[in-house]
């Protein structure tokens, strides 16, 4: 069923340049995040769920800009070894992408039940000229044809980061010394200075398998 | 001649740091034309064969120039003159190497200001709610509200640096540094992305007028028309600040009051980021720190959503990356400057290609994956007992006989610790297992025959490798 659904190239282009490009724009819409938390120091009211949105946004950032890093190295060799990384990362993307639906309807009705007030207050200043302004049933229709575009090309962005994936994990050739890294349990001295080295090992590795788990049954 | 002192000083110290890197002196890759008789141009034009791409370039900016040739709003006699200028310019071959890759940009400099004289009738009508629409729905809130709601003297300062200044600066320093730093021929790649990037931004400003964040603090979600005046935002507080209309007046008369989609100063400004980060990666903290600034400057300024900022730099993405796949030549580490450089290289975006050069995707390679895996274990099935056998081998490394001795000094893990970001200490285990040196290696197949004696797992990993370079090898030659 994957070989179906999984596309081959991105839009015509090698995987790899889609998945540059996945990424790119990922981790570039995260930063929201950052200017998001900052309601809390200029006193707009921020809600609990926008709150939480922006720390989803944050958390993810690092993760997007390593899987950029991964990726953006030219020479194919040393890319063949961040095979768990891309695990890591295509995870990461999914779960963002269907966070992000839910979060879409939620925050779409927050804004038309609180924000979009100018529908019930037609204008009053018979004088202002608008013809040439847009209609509000025409912004209505490009607000939510927007939306389902924008969700859509995710749809197709997380195909094309899993087919990236799926195709590294089939060549894998550093899947040996993960492994052997995850059931030694040991890590070099020089591991140690980064507190969070072993943990994302760990992430990586649980990542593969889920990845690996997933294309073995469809 | 002699040359005045300082001048002459200047110039030791450019040939000492610049000049002297040439690999040889008689290299002239890196050089400037410094010819000025137009007859050379003409008869370099007459010679010169144009591709598709090429035609379809130079076509496209022709007919913006004539565009704009007929809609500027000056006397013809100024049109003839700038159109003569830019000419002359392209003609002479000591500037023309400059200008005819700056061509896009002053394309659309020339679009921009004269977009204004476009009959409002023709115009697309004015969007006020999409943008705020699509912010919240997006990104949880209006980040522009957030970010405006609390101002202070030092914060407008600290905005006004970044937005009103240093965006009219950086792309000229940009271009100096790629000069300077960057490979020959990366500064004309440099040209036609800033430009393409605004002359499409402009496209869809236009194409797609919608009003920034300052129309719905002084009208609310009211209709917009096109009589009227642009605001300079926060910018207004900058110029009262110093008591100078620097802002207020430019701002008023803007050709493009609803221009708020994409931010051009977010494409212009990760244009540069883009840049600097392919000719200097390591700085890439400060190059993108900047961006962070000046996003947060033009909202907090409410000249833009945050949605326009990223329509901007998604755009700039999509350009960079056309151009670097295309025309921009590969930046070579160990090399200091632009003199340094005997050769120009460029990327062959399918032979970098990871998957392809694992032989990934093909058909054959599927097949043969496929009959083996029906033989063999696969890679998913059971890895853990095949690495298990592999480990014992591994820790007691001085028991194991390996047969291929001559393969296992050969070990990438130079290229194996640059993939990762963390640093990989166990490059010791890694030395310990043979490795295909290369993968038109002739050593292969009889590597590949001893190796079996080996671990199962690497003779699982050798067989793939080995199948997949095979059937990879004629379309990398």
Not at chain 1, 86 to 91: D, Q
Not at chain 1, 115 to 128: K, L, M, N, R
Not at chain 1, 161 to 190: C, D, H, W
Not at chain 2, 7 to 36: C, G, H, M, W, Y
Request: hydrophobic share 45%.
């Amino acid at each position: 069923m994957a070989r179906l659904v999984l596309p081959k190239t991105f839009l015509g282009l090698p995987l790899y340049i889609g998945v540059e490009t996945v990424l790119g724009f990922a981790a570039l819409n995260k930063a929201s995040g950052f200017y998001g938390i900052i309601s809390i120091f200029t006193g707009h009211p921020i809600g609990f769920l926008q709150a939480i949105f922006n720390i989803c946004s944050i958390l993810m950032f690092p993760i997007y800009i390593m899987g950029l890093k991964a990726i953006t190295r030219l020479h194919p060799e040393s890319r063949v070894n961040v095979t768990g990384r891309l695990a890591l990362v295509t995870l990461t993307y999914l779960f963002d992408s269907a966070l992000s639906v839910l979060f879409t309807l939620y925050f779409a009705h927050f804004w038309f039940a609180n924000e979009d007030t100018q529908a019930t207050h037609p204008v009053t200043d018979s004088t202002t000229d608008t013809s040439q302004s847009a209609t509000p049933a025409y912004e209505l229709f490009l607000t939510v044809s927007t939306t389902v575009i924008l969700n859509a090309a995710r749809f197709y962005f997380s195909l094309v980061m899993l087919s990236y994936t799926k195709g590294l994990t089939k060549v894998a050739r550093s899947q040996g010394r993960r492994k052997e890294r995850k059931l030694s349990g040991k890590f070099p001295p020089a591991d140690e200075a980064k507190w969070y080295a072993e943990r994302f090992y760990q992430m990586e590795d649980k990542s593969l398998d889920v990845i690996q788990n997933v294309f073995k049954y469809v | 001649m002699t040359l005045p002192r300082a001048l002459q000083k200047t110039v030791d110290l450019f040939d000492r740091f610049f000049l002297l890197e040439k690999p040889s002196p008689s290299l002239t890759i890196a050089d400037l034309n410094l010819q000025f008789d137009p007859k050379l141009s003409i008869i370099k034009f007459k010679n010169y064969k144009f591709t598709i791409g090429e035609k379809i370039h130079y076509g496209f900016l022709l007919i913006v120039f004539a565009w704009v040739f007929f809609i500027l709003p000056i006397p013809v006699i100024f049109r003839f003159l700038m159109s003569a200028a830019l000419f002359t310019a392209c003609v002479i071959p000591f500037t023309s190497q400059f200008f005819i890759s700056a061509l896009p940009i002053f394309a659309w400099l020339a679009f921009y200001f004269s977009s204004s004289k476009i009959p409002a009738e023709w115009r697309p009508r004015i969007s006020v709610k999409f943008l705020p629409a699509m912010e919240t729905i997006l990104y949880g809130d209006n980040l522009s509200d957030v970010l405006a709601s609390f101002t202070l003297s030092f914060l407008d300062v600290l905005a006004w640096l970044p937005y009103g200044f240093l965006h009219f600066t950086t792309p000229f320093v940009v271009a100096g540094l790629i000069f300077l730093f960057g490979p020959p021929t990366s500064l004309r790649s440099y040209g036609f992305a800033f430009g393409y990037m605004n002359l499409v931004g402009v496209f869809i400003q236009i194409l797609f007028p919608a009003a920034p964040p300052w129309y719905k603090n002084l009208h609310g979600l009211e209709p917009a028309n096109y009589s009227m005046d642009g605001s300079a935002g926060g910018l207004s507080r900058v110029d009262a600040l110093f008591g100078v209309d620097m802002y207020t007046t430019t701002f008023k008369n803007s050709p493009l009051v609803f221009g708020a989609f994409p931010s051009l100063h977010s494409g212009c400004a990760s244009m540069d980021a883009l840049f600097m980060t392919w000719l200097f990666p390591r700085l890439a903290p400060i190059w993108w720190g900047y961006i962070g600034l000046l996003w947060w400057s033009t909202m907090y300024l409410t000249h833009h959503y945050f949605i326009d900022l990223m329509a901007g730099v998604c755009l700039s993405f999509l350009v960079f990356h056309y151009t670097r796949y295309t025309n921009l030549p590969v930046v070579d580490a160990t090399k200091f400057c632009r003199w340094s450089y005997a050769t120009v290289e460029w990327i062959n975006y399918k032979e970098v290609d990871p998957l392809a050069y694992l032989g990934y995707g093909r058909e054959d390679v599927e097949m043969q994956s496929m009959e083996a895996s029906s033989s063999n274990p696969t890679l998913f099935e059971a890895p853990v007992f095949e690495m298990g056998s592999h480990i014992i081998s591994r820790n007691n490394s001085s028991s194991v006989v390996l047969t291929a001795p001559a393969a296992i000094s050969k070990v990438a893990s130079s290229s194996v610790r640059s993939a990762h970001l963390l640093p990989i200490v166990d490059d010791e285990a890694l030395v310990s297992r043979p490795e295909t040196p290369s993968v038109f290696d002739e050593e292969d197949d009889s590597r590949m025959a001893s190796s079996s004696s080996n671990t199962s797992l690497d003779e699982m990993f050798d067989s793939e490798r080995a199948s997949s370079s095979r059937a990879g090898a004629p379309s990398k030659r």
